[in-house]
Every structure is written in structure tokens, then in C-alpha cells.
């Protein structure tokens, strides 16, 4: 529904899923902490931002 509504609305966009993460899977002090998936996350979003800004 959210990927519809950009696509839609002509903003461009790109959505990431690490499947069986869980959401706060880039707080690193908790036990969902995910590194492989927070450091690509990471890295994918500066990307991402330095291409669009």
C-alpha cells in the first residue's frame, strides 16, 4: 500500500527487507541487534542519500 502510494505520486523510493529481522534490528544495544543487516542497511541508505540530495 505505502509502495503504491509513492510509485503513484512519482516519488522515487526504495525499500529494504531483511527477512526474519526484527524492526529494531539496528539498535545495538539490545538483543535484537543485527550487524550484517544494520551495517547494509546503513551503508545502502548513505548511498541512497547521496545520490538524491
Do not use: C, Q, S
Not at 16 to 30: C, E, M, Q, R, S
Amino acid at each position: 500500500m505505502t509502495e503504491a502510494a509513492l510509485t503513484a505520486a512519482g516519488i522515487e523510493h526504495k525499500f529494504l527487507i531483511y527477512p526474519g529481522v526484527n524492526p529494531a534490528f539496528h539498535i545495538d544495544t539490545g538483543n535484537n541487534f543485527r550487524r550484517k543487516a544494520a551495517e547494509n542497511a546503513w551503508a545502502t541508505t548513505l548511498v541512497w542519500l547521496h545520490g538524491h540530495l
